[in-house]
């Protein structure tokens, strides 16, 4: 890993060589045109930054030349002070308009001469019915996202750097009564001030800069964020969560911790989810299948007694979201490869006990895999 | 209008209610099954929030019977501590899965033997592919939305009243220097603390407490928020916007105003914007067409030489999100109807001077409309 730190937008190169992988792949596909409209694949391809919402915005790629971005009038200004690359908007007005003016009367007066058309697997039914073609369903632009390119990598390793900075601030201040609230505030301050620093223009619709912990009676249900004003308490485990997206690029790490003292009744969970997590980190390599990782995972928790503790997969991948494909699961069967960013994240849960976990993101590199997060792992180091 | 003002979450009646008028609906359509994703929907039908990722939520609804929820384990409690009414949980374990125990498994072994399936426009593909039958597109539950019922009405009439106490702090707070990130923290504490008071328990996924506002340097372009440090200054036309979404249900209140004075260039758009305020309040009313209000609110700007001027619809519909269907919009040929809540908020926006728009939030009566955000909207009123 010898790649440099980097907290700038990509340039017209990176988003030019993402464009010219897609065509590629259409080519072999023999699309004629690809429809984008998941906003993290839109983001991959131009740098601009939307959300759901009843006014469209989709890129339409063909199999050459240069790609098309069907958007509300409104946002042309936030499109062009965002925008990286080469693109021809296609304007509507409103949502909805008159007959002849709509977002898919344009889809279609774009793509009108398509004979085979590649849709996204989460592509909305309504685009779908509007593409007046054969549709083919191929996420290429995920699958493009899969392996990070050097600029990704050194946006990912800046992203790390940042939340790791976050961890470490979060566990100095670790104390009992310390709230949900408080971390939150301190955490979002302290990232934000960091990547607001280094580039005062980041998006804030690509910038979410959270952090979280939950105390023992809340940490056997991992995703229980309900009550803000839950605090740190003597003992443990505590799960604390550090899972920002930083001006485009996201990173997660997470720790399990304890106030003044561990209870013996987490002694062990705590040291059996370090054995599944090396075993993990030991497995995930270039060649090896990512539902084997998580089988192995699997397999040891139950062997050790944890059979009713799982709750969820092993790992899965990072990019410019902090939760996507691929996964470190059992129903996945794709090849880890060097250039993917994964989560290294198993965990068990106890009810009356709490929860046991650490998260890092790794990136795979030829001949294993490197820490993008860094933070104390030992039970020792993390008893504060 | 008579009716009270509630904070509380919908009684299993009303949950109840609306998904026998689901059913009612399914029969009229001959329909086996509806198929619901769409996260609003999704609250709407069970008053659990989520949000879409790659562990999907699926609501199932037979014609007759309990409705099926495909929910992911890890999950569960959460579902369990805010469903209102009937609902059957079915579990899968993780995503991706071994084969076999997906959630598009499940999907399929619950709707098995279904003829006809109703699907949302916003369906995802995969989902839309899962469905073993004919597939309708047909927005079931968008539509029955349109006519909020007494209990969401009274929702609405509380959320309108905390929306327009932020509005009326935002106001009073108003000097120059003031940025945008004092504002919207202030005005999220205020709301917040509000909601709080009332219901502890309120759902962070299905609330939002924001507000901001625009300085005259910006104000031309209304959808942009990209700088936080924006502050306020002397003169005008500055556009704050307050639009939470409150423990689910959401409300819209926007005022322009000055601050000391009003540049001679502001007068004459911030009159022609209150007449066209006033035009779409006296059309709004049951019977109406939704895109004759919008027709004559843009024929008259057009006519007072605005026609370059304008960016967007007259109003969109609100309830339990703020930005939904149907739309005060020249492309919306539906007839407005009494329960149906709307924004009215024509705006025109002059590069170099800024933009002119209030809104309001308001629900459709027997006779007319009435409003459900209340703030001063004179210009004399709204020289601070």
Chains 1, 2 share one sequence.
């Not at 890993?1 to 340039?11: A, G, I, K, Q, V």
């Not at 010219?20 to 998941?38: G, N, P, S, T």
């Not at 993290?40 to 939307?50: C, E, G, R």
């Not at 209870?263 to 995930?284: G, N, S, V």
Request: charged fraction near 20%; proline fraction near 7%; charge should be negative.
């Amino acid at each position: 890993m010898t790649f440099e730190e980097s907290y700038l937008p990509p340039s017209v190169d990176e988003i030019s060589s993402r464009v010219a992988a897609v065509q590629a792949q259409m080519v072999r596909e023999k699309l004629d045109w690809y429809v984008c409209f998941d906003p993290d694949n839109v983001y991959y391809l131009t740098n601009f930054a939307n959300f759901i919402h009843e006014r469209p915005f989709i890129v339409l790629i063909p199999a050459t030349g240069t790609m098309r971005f069907i958007v509300p009038k409104l946002e042309i200004p936030h499109v062009l002070s965002r925008k990286v690359g080469e693109i021809d908007l296609v304007e509507y007005f409103e949502f909805p308009a008159p007959a002849g003016g709509n977002w898919h009367d344009l889809l279609q007066s774009v793509i009108g001469g398509a004979k085979r058309v590649g849709v996204e697997s989460v592509c909305q039914l309504q685009i779908y019915d509007a593409i007046p073609a054969e549709r083919v369903r191929t996420d290429i632009v995920d699958r493009l996202r899969f392996i990070k390119s050097p600029y990704e990598i050194s946006r990912m390793i800046y992203a790390g750097r940042i939340a790791s900075a976050a961890m470490s601030d979060l566990l100095a201040k670790a104390e009992v009564g310390r709230s949900v609230s408080a971390v939150s505030s301190e955490a979002s301050r302290l990232m934000m001030g960091m990547i607001v620093r280094d580039n005062p223009s980041i998006n804030p619709f690509a910038t979410k800069a959270g952090a979280v912990f939950q105390p023992p009676k809340y940490s056997d249900d991992p995703h229980n964020f309900t009550d803000l004003a839950m605090i740190m308490e003597e003992g443990g485990p505590h799960v604390s969560l550090v899972a920002p997206r930083l001006n485009g690029y996201a990173s997660e790490i997470e720790r399990t911790f304890f106030l003044g003292h561990v209870p013996e009744a987490a002694k062990r969970p705590y040291d059996i989810m370090m054995e599944a997590r090396y075993l993990a980190l030991a497995m995930t390599s270039p060649g090896a299948r990512m539902s084997d990782v998580d089988k192995a995972v699997n397999a040891l928790f139950i062997e050790r007694g944890y059979a009713d503790n799982l709750l969820h997969r092993t790992g899965h991948g990072m990019g410019v979201t902090g939760h996507e494909a691929p996964f470190l699961a059992e129903g996945d069967e794709r090849i880890i490869e060097p250039g993917m960013s994964l989560t290294i994240e198993p965990g068990i849960y106890l009810p009356g006990v709490g929860g046991f976990r650490h998260s890092d993101t790794i990136i795979i590199t030829e001949d294993g895999n490197h820490l993008l997060t860094h933070a104390p792992e030992s039970r020792d180091d993390l008893t504060l």
